[in-house]
Structures are given as C-alpha cells and as structure tokens.
C-alpha cells in the first residue's frame, strides 16, 4: 500500500536548522505533488510549503518564506524540508502530504499523508 514517511525532525536551538525527508513507497510519486503542514499544539494545521510535480514551482507561507526550502528527488520519491533559522514558534508535529499533479496550500486537496515527526525549537 502507500506510505510516507518522514524523518529528520528533533529539539533543535532557536537558530539552528533541520533537514526534514518523507519518503513515499508503494507506487511512484513522479507525476505528484508534494506539501508540507505543520500542527501545533492547540491549532489547526497549517500549510507551510508545496512543490509541483517536477519542481518547477515552490510556494511557502509567510512564515517560513526566506527560511525554509522545498525540494524533492523523483529518483528516491522523496522531499525535503530544509529549515534554518529555526524560532520557537516552528515547534510542530510536520507532515507531508502528496496530490496529483501540482502542490496546493489546502490539506483536503492531497490524497496521501504521512504520519508526522515532531520538531522542537527551544528558545
């Protein structure tokens, strides 16, 4: 069946960085794609980033623009999440999440999730 998984996340320091992976298997993810969400504690998830199925277009929310970045591997069916600068206010349970063809920032648009991994920025 299908599955994403993520990795990557932990407690970081205000400031610093990390690498976030969600791997698909199952069936290839070449003509999908991927977001990124976010849920803390008490709030709706939120979107914070999307990317097309080759790549060619990146959206971010306002918060994490300049900071976090997108990406993705068809070779691996992977994406990415790379975030620097890291504030306290990123603290969340990340999940990715993948639909056909382009990203969108709504969450009900996308087929497929992942489970979540919790990053902890400390201030």
């Known amino acids: 069946q299908v599955q994403l998984v993520e990795s990557g996340g932990g407690l970081v320091q205000a400031g610093g960085s990390l690498r976030l992976s969600c791997a698909g298997s199952?069936?290839?993810?070449?003509?999908?794609?991927w977001g990124w969400f976010r849920q803390a504690p008490g709030k709706e998830r939120e979107f914070v980033a999307a990317i097309t199925w080759n790549g060619g277009n990146t959206y971010y929310a306002d918060s994490v623009k300049g900071r976090f970045t997108i990406s993705r591997d068809n070779a691996e069916n992977t994406v990415y999440l790379q975030m620097n600068s890291l504030k306290p206010e990123d603290t969340a349970v990340y999940y990715c999440?993948?639909?056909?063809?382009?990203?969108?920032?709504?969450?009900?648009?996308?087929?497929?999730w992942g489970q979540g991994t919790q990053v902890t920025v400390s201030s």
């Open positions: 199952g069936r290839t993810f070449i003509n999908y794609g």
């Open positions: 999440a993948a639909r056909w063809d382009s990203g969108s920032v709504r969450s009900h648009e996308y087929a497929y």
